[in-house]
């Protein structure tokens, strides 16, 4: 995970410089402003990737001499089917939609996203996928 952490954190020096480079030769407030969200969320999964390695010790891919079967094996938990995400995306469309076309159609759309907020949550406190 450090070199991953490394990749992310050399983007965001990168875009440092050319959101610098950017704004020196056009002005343009909006790339400029878009350059420096996309540094902040590298530098965000860079922070994440550098924490969790620190957390959890070097793994296969941190070494030199690891073998392709040390990466084998149970990578972490994977959510199963789920239908939040479509409720989610359908409320979010929603909204950014009347966020477009008139405030009105946001009042109709923060209930799904709440409801899917409130799936999301508590997903894994009821039904199939239940945990005791």
């Given at each position: 995970?450090?070199?991953?952490?490394?990749?992310?954190?050399?983007?965001?020096?990168?875009?440092?410089?050319?959101?610098?480079?950017?704004?020196?030769?056009?002005?343009?407030?909006?790339?400029?402003?878009?350059?420096?969200?996309?540094?902040?969320?590298?530098?965000?999964?860079?922070?994440?990737?550098?924490?969790?390695?620190?957390?959890?010790?070097?793994?296969?891919?941190?070494?030199?001499?690891?073998?392709?079967?040390?990466?084998?094996?149970?990578?972490?938990?994977?959510?199963?089917?789920?239908?939040?995400?479509?409720?989610?995306?359908?409320?979010?469309?929603?909204?950014?939609?009347?966020?477009?076309?008139?405030?009105?159609?946001?009042?109709?759309?923060?209930?799904f996203v709440a409801f899917g907020v409130y799936g999301f949550v508590f997903e894994y406190y009821r039904g199939e996928n239940k945990h005791y």
């Open positions: 995970m450090k070199v991953t952490a490394k990749m992310f954190f050399y983007i965001c020096l990168f875009l440092i410089l050319m959101d610098g480079v950017y704004w020196w030769s056009s002005h343009d407030p909006t790339g400029t402003a878009a350059l420096v969200m996309a540094t902040g969320l590298s530098g965000m999964i860079a922070y994440y990737l550098y924490f969790t390695a620190r957390r959890i010790g070097p793994g296969p891919d941190d070494r030199d001499d690891a073998e392709p079967h040390e990466g084998a094996g149970e990578q972490g938990f994977f959510s199963p089917t789920s239908y939040w995400p479509l409720v989610m995306v359908l409320g979010l469309a929603t909204l950014f939609l009347g966020v477009a076309i008139g405030f009105w159609l946001c009042y109709f759309a923060l209930p």
